[in-house]
C-alpha cells in the first residue's frame, strides 16, 4: 500500500492532475450546492470499509457446506436464500452460485467494467478490477490462475463466467477435507475472498490450528 | 450461418471492451488487499451516490460515462480514477458543477495553500479564463429504428432492472445462437470477443431492462438475458487451454439462431 496522499498536505495541492485535489475540490462543491451531505459520504465509505465485506459470502459458503439442502437450495436459487438470510444491498439483483467440485472449477470475471457481487463480497479488490485481469481472464484463465498459485488439471473442466448482465456470480469453494464435524463459525475461516472468486481453493485446515479441538 | 455474422467487427470497440486484449502481463494480485488504498479513493466511492442520483440514474448510464472517457482517464488512476473522471464528466453534462468551475475552485485551493505557506510568488498573476477541454466522446447518435421495440412490462415495485415480460423467449437452453456486430455505435454488453462467435445457451436469467437503450435514454425495451457458453477454441482457436468454457450474459436482441454442432 502507498498511501502517501496525505489529506490536505500542500503538495497535493500544487499538482491540478493530483485525484485527492480533484476530488476534494468537487466534494466541496456538491456539498456547497446541497447535492452531496457529508455524513452521508462518510457513512458510506464506513459501511463499505468494516461491515460489509467477504465475512458476508463466506458465511453462506460455510453454511451451504455445513447443511446440504441449504446447499441445494443456494444451486437453485440463490436470490431466495439470500433473501432469507436477510441479505441486502447493492449489485445483488440476481445471485447464481456457482460450485466446485471433483473436476469441475469456477471463476468469475467482468472484462466490459468490473462487476462484482458488492453486497456478498464488499468491494472488489484491484488485481479484479485490473486490465490484466480483465483482458487475461477469458483468454488464458488456467496461466493466469497458475500464475495466481492455482494449479488446475488439464482434464479439470474450467468454466469461466464473465459478468456482463446484472446477473451476479458467487463462487462455491469445495469444502476441504479434514473439516467434518466443524461448526459453521469456524467453517467461515477458511472461506477466503479469492476461492470466492474462484482463485483459490478454500483455506487448508491445517493452516487453521488455533482454537482447534479434535471431534 | 446468418449473413453478415462471421464477417462483420464490431462498431466500435472501445477501450474498457478488454476480454482478449494482448499486451498484458501478471495479475498484480495481493490476497489481503484492503477496499482503498488512499484517501482521495474513500472520498470517490462516497460520491457515488450523490452523483448518480443527480446525473446518470438510468441502468448503463454510468458505466457509459466511462467507456466514453479519454483512455488515458480510463486507466491512469484505476477503478477510482475513472470514476472520479467519469463524475466530472456527468457533473459537466448535466449542468451540476461545470469543468470550469472545478477548474477554479482547485485554483483557489491551490492559492490558499501557497498563501499558507508564505509562497505567494507562486501563485500566478494571470489568471486563465479558458474553459478546460472536454476529454470524453460525446454520447452516441441512436437510430431507435434500430433497437429492439419497447414493450410494457409491470412496474416493479423497488428500483431494479428486473422485469416481467409477457412473450416467451425465443431461445432454449441448448440452442446455438451467434451475436452479430452491434449495428450501430454506443453503449453495449456485448463483449467483442464474443461477437461473429457461436455459443451455447446454458441458462435464461431474469429479464432485465435493455441498457444499449437505457444508456441513451430510449426506453427500457426488455429482453430475455441468456447465459451463453462458448467453447474456448471458439472464441480463441487451436491455441486456446483445454476444457474451458466462457460463458457471457447476452440480451436477447444480440442473438440470432446459429446452425447447430453437425
Known sequence: MHDDHGHGSAHDHYDASSPQIRIEALEDLLVERGIADRERIDATIERFEHDIGPMIGADLVARAWADPSLRTRLLDDADAVVAELGVRGAEIEHIEIKANGPGVHNVVVCTLCSCYPWALLGLPPNWYKSPEYRARMVREPRAVLSEMGLDLEPDTELRVWDSSSETRFLVLPERPAGTEGWPVERLTELVTRDSMIGVARAADPRGQQSGAHEH | ????????????????????????????????????????????????????????????????????????????????????????????????????????????????????????????????????????????????????????????????????????????????????????????????????????????????????????????????????????RTLWGDDAEPNTTVHVDLYECYLQAAPSED
Not at chain 2, 488504498?37 to 442520483?53: M, N
Request: glycine share 10%; with cysteine; aromatic share 8%.
Open chain 2, 1 to 232: 450461418m446468418p449473413p453478415d455474422a462471421e464477417e462483420s467487427t464490431p462498431a466500435t470497440h472501445g477501450v474498457h471492451d478488454l476480454g482478449g486484449a494482448s499486451g498484458y502481463g501478471p495479475v498484480p494480485h495481493d490476497p489481503d488487499e484492503p477496499p482503498f488504498h488512499a484517501d482521495w479513493e474513500r472520498r470517490v466511492f462516497g460520491l457515488l451516490g450523490a452523483v448518480t442520483a443527480s446525473t446518470a440514474r438510468r441502468p448503463g448510464e454510468f458505466r457509459y460515462a466511462l467507456e466514453r472517457l479519454h483512455p488515458d482517464d480510463y486507466f491512469k488512476n484505476g477503478y477510482f480514477g475513472r470514476w472520479l473522471a467519469g463524475f466530472e464528466v456527468l457533473l459537466d453534462e448535466y449542468g451540476v458543477v461545470g469543468r470550469s468551475d472545478l477548474a477554479r475552485r482547485m485554483a483557489e485551493m491551490r492559492d490558499a495553500v501557497l498563501l499558507e505557506a508564505g509562497r505567494t510568488d507562486l501563485i500566478p498573476s494571470v489568471v486563465s479564463k479558458a474553459t478546460p477541454a472536454r476529454r470524453v466522446s460525446p454520447v452516441a447518435d441512436r437510430d431507435p429504428a434500430l433497437l429492439p421495440r419497447d414493450r410494457p412490462t409491470p412496474t416493479p415495485q423497488r428500483r431494479t432492472v428486473r422485469r416481467e415480460l409477457a412473450d416467451p423467449p425465443r431461445f432454449n437452453v441448448g440452442d446455438r445462437v451467434i451475436a452479430p456486430a452491434p449495428a450501430q455505435a454506443g453503449h453495449t454488453r456485448l463483449p467483442g470477443y464474443a461477437v461473429g462467435k457461436p455459443g451455447t445457451v446454458a441458462k435464461l436469467h431474469p429479464a432485465e431492462v435493455l441498457p444499449d437503450s437505457t444508456a441513451h435514454d430510449m426506453g427500457e425495451r426488455s429482453q430475455h438475458v441468456y447465459c451463453v457458453g462458448y467453447d474456448a
